[in-house]
């Protein structure tokens, strides 16, 4: 099994387990990129 194929069954288990659809999942995604993004920031440049 290649990384990618994991990475797809990853995918499908959390969007069924969160019973979400592609476009929540997607914003599920997103928020939680913003929210490591600006704590990184908060320990880089503070």
């Known amino acids: 099994m290649t990384l990618i194929e994991k990475h797809k069954q990853l995918i499908v288990f959390y969007k ?5 659809t ?11 990129g913003a929210l490591v ?4 920031e908060r ?3 503070h």
């Open 43 to 45: 320990l880089i440049i």
């Open 16 to 20: 069924k387990k969160l019973a979400l």
């Open 22 to 32: 592609d476009y929540g999942f997607m914003w599920v995604v997103f928020c939680k």
């Open 37 to 40: 993004a600006l704590l990184l």
